[in-house]
């Protein structure tokens, strides 16, 4: 990972005399505005801004001094903490910013695609159980883990046991995801973060004394890219955490107290920032910091958070993730950077549960003609069987289909029993062990009557 190169600092800008004259003698030039807004509505790193050819004539320290002017002549918000120099993180209000902090507001908070808020509403329990799967498998695939995503879905719907450290820790933020939606209402705490720490490396670490609770000075920890052994971060000092965590706990508890107003994303994106920076545990704070933002959500009241799948975004482009860091360091700590991208990946989720909820919608619509034909079977086998019919190659078993519903084990049984008993799947036995495998004919069986199925099967 290249470290961004520094840009000159307000500072050193101001006090270059021939910058700062240059910069006067182009204000009012129209091209050059032009290319300061863009910069500006873009938010262009000092990296892009070399990228981009200036106006003729003009020098890039030039045109970056009108780039920062207009930055902070804008609404600048400073933070609770500093980073390891003593400068204060602060970020600025951007266009872009205000308008998707509102399209959140209205759909992360209300309503979206017909989901129920209330627990227990079948459609809510499927989304929820597969986002969560989404989530802690992506989360696990930042940190490194390797597992495919279809391994890991298998262990998690089917219950066996992890086979490898990387599966384990599927297991366990998938475990401390779901436990974190229970505490919600819980202000933060030292107590709470351990907790989190400890579910989420459970039997992950090499130095399994190391879950739940903060390192000490002996343990030094610094962020290496693995490909080059480049530092890329390097974090408080032990000593410094625990007062740290304190500011930390503050800001988060006290949103209501504090003076101006910080929309709770953003909060919750500087919650997840401030945590990955001080990067108080050994291991897994990446997981940790992610889990934290998710908690911090869902105490906001953005209940629909919780099919929103962000790791599995951010996984896809794992460096941009680590580039926001770094551009928030490298740039006067200037955090608009983190915000903006973590915006964009929230709009992405969002705009990926909408489409993923229109399509369903869609397929469900053309299935329910296929399964009026079979008016006795409940959600569950419905979902199923629509499942069934896009994956012919599919084995179901009682455990996975009670880990997809959340049921008990014998409404499960109940559900794959009846459907063996329509011909609408096949059973038999691996290993002692009851699976249900898909038709060929699945679709032509639900076209027929239970009636004709049912014979069909006794032959």
Not at 56 to 71: C, D, E, N, P, Q
Request: include cysteine; glycine fraction near 4%.
């Amino acid at each position: 990972m290249r470290i961004p190169p520094r840009p000159p600092t307000w500072h050193e800008s101001c006090s270059d005399r021939g910058v700062l004259d240059e910069m006067l003698r182009h204000a009012q030039n129209p091209g050059f505005r032009a290319y300061v807004r863009r910069a500006n509505e873009a938010y262009w790193t000092w990296d892009e801004v070399r990228s981009h050819q200036p106006p003729s004539g003009v020098t890039l320290k030039a045109v970056w001094l009108a780039i920062k002017m207009a930055r902070l002549a804008a609404t600048t918000y400073p933070t609770e903490f500093n980073d390891t120099k003593g400068q204060q993180f602060w970020f600025g209000v951007h266009s872009w910013m205000m308008h998707s902090l509102h399209e959140i507001d209205m759909d992360l908070g209300g309503t979206i695609g017909g989901l129920s808020p209330e627990p227990g509403a079948p459609e809510r329990e499927r989304y929820l159980i597969r986002s969560l799967m989404e989530e802690a498998i992506a989360s696990s695939q930042i940190e490194g883990a390797v597992v495919t995503r279809s391994e890991a879905k298998e262990m998690l719907k089917t219950g066996r046991k992890p086979r490898t450290r990387d599966e384990q820790m599927v297991l366990n933020n998938y475990r401390t995801i779901s436990w974190l939606r229970d505490q919600k209402n819980e202000p933060l705490s030292k107590s709470l973060l351990f907790e989190i720490h400890r579910r989420i490396t459970e039997d992950t670490l090499d130095n399994p004394s190391a879950a739940g609770r903060f390192r000490v000075p002996s343990e030094r920890v610094r962020v290496i890219d693995e490909r080059d052994n480049e530092i890329i971060h390097d974090p408080p000092a032990a000593q410094e955490l625990d007062d740290r965590f304190a500011k930390l706990c503050a800001f988060a508890n006290d949103a209501k107290a504090s003076e101006p107003f910080l929309h709770p994303v953003i909060r919750a994106i500087i919650l997840h920032f401030w945590l990955a920076y001080d990067h108080p545990f050994v291991d897994g704070n990446g997981r940790t910091a992610r889990a934290l933002f998710y908690w911090y959500m869902l105490r906001s009241g953005y209940w629909l958070f919780e099919f929103l799948s962000i790791s599995r975004i951010v996984a896809k482009a794992p460096a941009q993730y680590v580039r926001a860091f770094l551009n928030t360091e490298t740039d006067e700590a200037d955090l608009t950077y983190f915000i903006l991208f973590n915006l964009r990946i929230v709009q992405r989720a969002r705009k990926e549960l909408q489409d993923y909820l229109e399509s369903q919608r869609t397929r469900n619509a053309e299935l329910t003609g296929l399964l009026r034909a079979h008016p006795n079977l409940n959600h569950r086998q419905r979902a199923l069987l629509t499942h069934a019919i896009r994956h012919q190659t599919a084995l179901y078993s009682i455990e996975s289909h009670r880990s997809s519903h959340g049921v008990t084990y014998e409404t499960s049984r109940t559900d794959l029993a009846d459907m063996a008993e329509r011909g609408l799947l096949l059973e038999h036995k691996i290993e002692r062990r009851l699976h249900y495998a898909v038709p060929a004919d699945l679709p032509e069986l639900l076209r027929g009557n239970p009636k004709r199925t049912r014979a069909r099967r006794r032959r």
